[in-house]
Structure formats: C-alpha cells, structure tokens
C-alpha cells in the first residue's frame, strides 16, 4: 500500500529552473533516507541527490550547485530544486525512499517517474 506519487516535471527553456515533488503515502512506521535518480534517452539510470532523515545530503556532480535536495518529515515528502537546467538535465526522474512499513518490513520503493524535458 505503500505509494510513491511524483509531480512538477515539464518542459522548460535552458536555465530555467523546476520544482520535483515527491508524496510518500501508505502504512509507514519510519523512513531512514529519500533520493532522487534520473535516466536520459538511451543510458542507465544514475543517481542525482539522496537525503536522510537527518538531513545528510549527496549530489551527483553533474548537479551539484544547481540542485538542491529537501524533505519534510512532517509531510514523508522529498522534494528536487533544480536551478539552471541545461539540455542535458533532460531525463525521467525517479523518487525512491527506503521504509520501514507498519507491518515491521523495510523496503526501497520507486515513484513511477516524471519527465523533465529542457529545450529552447
């Protein structure tokens, strides 16, 4: 019952900036990390940020200074600042979070992706 819900991917210009959203739900007793991983057109699929429960933060290097990883534990949502995006930011985004569910068990789960497209 556990459900990934993504949203705020779309078509922008070069430098331009989007919002991800990523919406936890279901039966959760704890979450212990959230990250976001993205694949483009014909590559494998790479991490871009990760962020735990504490606050500790990882970036791609191919990001960083342009993107920016947050959560709020209150709300179990992570969300994905992305600053001056470049033509070959353009991927499908996926949330992932690592949980411990009501019924004791701990998994990684996977939102099912939102596209992010930047082009003039």
């Known amino acids: 019952q556990v459900q990934l819900v993504e949203s705020g991917g779309g078509l922008v210009q070069p430098g331009g900036s989007l919002k991800l959203s990523c919406v936890v739900t279901?039966?959760?007793?704890?979450?212990?990390?959230m990250g976001w991983h993205r694949q483009a057109p014909g590559k494998q699929r790479e991490l871009v940020a990760t962020?735990?429960?504490?606050?500790?933060?990882n970036y791609a290097d191919s990001v960083k200074g342009r993107f920016t990883i947050s959560r709020d534990n209150a709300k179990n949502t992570v969300y994905l600042q992305i600053n001056s995006l470049k033509p070959e930011d353009t991927a499908v985004y996926y949330c992932?979070?690592?949980?411990?569910?009501?019924?004791?068990?701990?998994?990684?789960?996977w939102g099912q992706g939102t596209q992010v497209t930047v082009s003039s």
């Open positions: 279901g039966s959760i007793f704890s979450i212990y990390a």
């Open positions: 992932n979070v690592d949980l411990t569910d009501g019924f004791g068990v701990r998994y990684d789960y």
């Open positions: 962020i735990t429960s504490g606050g500790r933060r």
